[in-house]
């Protein structure tokens, strides 16, 4: 770990313009950077640390919304009444990352903005593409945790859970630096492979995800496959937003994780279920339209399956009165 | 020094893997006629890759081949990883007796049954069999339990050495005379808990309670401990610890002559202290660290209860019950402890570990503990464990080796219960989801026959 100086900014706005400094970065919990800057793959000048924050530690509902703010930990995201309420997804996938111990200490802006755990993009000897290289080492090397779709420049999934659960609620950000504020759907916040393989987001140097909007859902669910039952990341992981109306389906958001660069919206899988009652036909039909495009890898075709299963078993669960 | 995870798995030595080619041949009677290994490992350089411990010793039988190759890669070096070779070679010999028992039309336990002439092995599989329900959940034929979450039952064991010392194994005992004790010793305590069976063995042969002992070790000012390797720390230290103790005593005798209570007698002491100094000697009738026949043998029976997910491959081990002999256990806590230990590594031998070396480089691309995946707190399975005493008055406490032995056949009981869930045979380990998977679609393919 290199030197750095340890910024402890008075209020959001020293914190934005701290942050601005070349070679700053933000943490938050601390979570992924520590790891970043210990695998060294990051070396800032100086870490700004928001933790301390009250102005982002914010969890209200506001015109049928839930506005959350980025320090907002995953373990109060899982066990807080309004979000198991209005937003029963976001608060499964908190609940299914890591330990106790670093849900307590992560917090939902930090997971959402985390870097891949990819193994080869963490190790410091493969110079990889996301670190400015020509080559992806995963797809002709180890990759049965990788990427089953666009995965024809870098097959690293990406790693957040909230992400998943976020983009099938429909969630939208406020993004802010010092130059000031913007809002966008969080869908869009995430970059494909092909545009920019070296980042997973938008965010500029020195922006924050300063909000989170995400609209009360009817009907929402999240599952997260894992080979251990303990301190995993996600063979496979699905969340799905319905709303119905006498039994039929008439908007359906269905999100893939550990999929594929970004969370994947399944968006075959969500047109084919509009309009339909949410019989076992048309679970099946979305369950299978759901990985239409798959591209797996030569050793990770299993996961086209787990994701079939996940999207199936969550469907079903949405359609129990 | 310090290294940190990524050094460890880098440069302090792997477990090796191993790939073992077995036959095995039995009687109409299920008399094993011959036993055949052929067997290649490697965990990269030095040490040995075996895995025939288990093929040599573990049952009767006339005609035993075992061929061994080690292979040197470029890839770290290898170490001694609770019990070397063992829970390797278990994995397959314990797996191969099951495929053996299913062609003989035999029950896996009773092949054992007419195949190992040791006593202790029998009674724990005996306990075993009826605290699993063995005789009922096997009526279930593999495969057949409804459902797309199959559960199944499995069965394995291991044995292990009685090493004798190598070098001198010494302790000494201080009788103060301000009422206080002392117990010495070089050894160190790396996890198995030497510190209460140290004060408990001079607690006892002084009248006295563990807690009015001070151990002292880990100091080379101390005489020599044993090494801790071969599961030998108990039964090689506590001899000499009881020695000094009694040495102890009897010089108190003479110094302080009819006063029985040591601690009252060693405060009226003119001098400072007393010393008693104890060796570990040879047990008695001579059982040294010479050749090895099966009865001397330590070792355990485990039975393990499985549910695997056919839809998505995941394994979870729900229960083992784990009956092993460690000649008289000194504490029953600290030897419970060692079995839960050794259960939960093999847990993780069977489904988790994993040392993936990248393809192309040969570098390790998942040297930390996210990704290098071993048990978590719900993976751990209900763990029963039982303790056969086995008194034999061979030393003056009569322990044996519990913490090796305890992860021996863990990892084999689990396979033979994937088995016995799914009908599909899981030959390699680390047991994935996408094994599974992949073996349960070869099935399917070939119309239902393994």
Known sequence: ?321 | MFLDRRGEHLAVGNRPSTIQTLRLGCDNAGKLTAIDLKAFGSAGCAAGAGCAGPVQNMYSCPAVRSEESDVFLHSGPAAAFRAPGHPQGAFGLEQAMDELAERAGIDPVDLRDRNDPHDARREERRRGRVLIGWDERRLIKPGASKGPRKRGVGFAQGNWYNFGARTLVAAEVLLHNDGTVECRSGVQDIGGGIRTAMAQTVAEELGLSPAQIDVRIGDTNYPPGPASGGSVTTQLLLPAVRKAAFEAREKLRKEVPGEDDVLHAARKMSRDSIVGHGERIHDYEGWTSGPQDLANRTGGAQFAEVEVDTETGVVRVLKVVAVHDCGRAINKLTTESQINGGVIQGVSFALFEDRILDRQTGRMVNANLEQYKIAGAKDVPVIQSVIIDQIRGRTNVDASGIGEPATVPTAAAIANAVYHAIGVRLREAPITPQKVLAALQKKQMSGGRP
């Open chain 1, 1 to 321: 770990v290199n030197r750095f100086s340890w910024i402890e900014p008075e209020d959001v706005q020293g914190a934005l313009l701290a942050g601005a400094l070349e070679g700053a970065l933000f943490k938050a919990g601390g979570v992924d950077v520590a790891d970043r800057l210990k695998e060294g793959l990051e070396a800032p000048s100086a870490l700004v640390n928001l933790r301390r924050l009250g102005e982002l530690d914010f969890l209200r509902e506001e015109d049928g919304a839930l506005v959350i703010g980025p320090l907002v930990t995953l373990h109060r995201l899982a066990t807080d009444e309004k979000v198991l309420r209005s937003a029963r997804a976001l608060a499964l996938a908190a609940g299914a990352a890591a330990t106790p111990q670093i849900r307590n200490m992560a917090t939902v802006g930090g997971n959402l903005a985390q870097r891949p755990r990819c193994w080869y993009f963490r190790n410091e000897h493969f110079h990889c593409r996301k670190k400015g290289g020509t080559h992806c080492f995963a797809i002709d090397g180890e990759h049965e945790f990788h990427s089953i779709f666009d995965n024809s420049i870098c097959a690293a999934v990406h790693p957040s859970g909230t992400a998943t659960a976020l983009v099938a609620l429909g969630a939208e950000a406020t993004l802010r630096s010092s130059k000031g504020e913007r809002k966008v759907p969080l869908e869009e916040l995430f970059t494909p492979a092909e545009k920019d393989v070296t980042r997973e987001n938008t965010l500029q140097h020195g922006e924050i995800i300063a909000a989170l909007r995400v609209p009360r859902a009817e009907r929402s669910s999240y599952s997260k496959l894992m080979q251990k039952q303990s301190f995993d990341w996600p063979l496979a992981e699905a969340a799905v937003s319905l709303v119905a109306q006498r039994g039929m389906v008439t908007a359906a958001r269905i999100v893939l994780g550990a999929a594929a660069h970004v969370p994947r919206r399944a968006l075959a899988a969500e047109k084919s279920l509009t309009g339909r009652i949410l019989d076992e036909s048309a679970i099946a039909d979305a369950a299978r339209l759901a990985v239409d495009g798959a591209t797996p890898l030569q050793r990770n075709g299993y996961k086209v399956d787990l994701f079939k299963t996940l999207v199936r078993d969550l469907l079903a669960e949405g359609a129990r009165p």
